[in-house]
């Protein structure tokens, strides 16, 4: 159950970074699962799992603009 939530939040981000950054959902997708914040989503220690979506979105994009 917990990895069905958590690849629905994953699913979530990708859509809003497609339609912020006016891309392909599938760009987005690729942009997302090599991005750091991408990768430390698995991973409880980081505690991406309790941000909003809104805000691993812009952490992402601070991320590919640097």
Avoid: C, W
Avoid at 16 to 43: C, M, N
């Amino acid at each position: 159950m917990k990895e069905y939530i958590l690849h629905r939040k994953m699913m979530r981000i990708v859509m809003q970074l497609a339609e912020e950054l006016q891309i392909s959902p599938h760009k987005a997708l690729l942009i997302f699962y090599r991005s750091t914040v991408g990768k430390q989503l698995h991973d409880p220690k980081y505690g991406y799992q309790l941000m909003s979506d809104t805000y691993i979105v812009n952490d992402i994009k601070t991320e590919i603009a640097s």
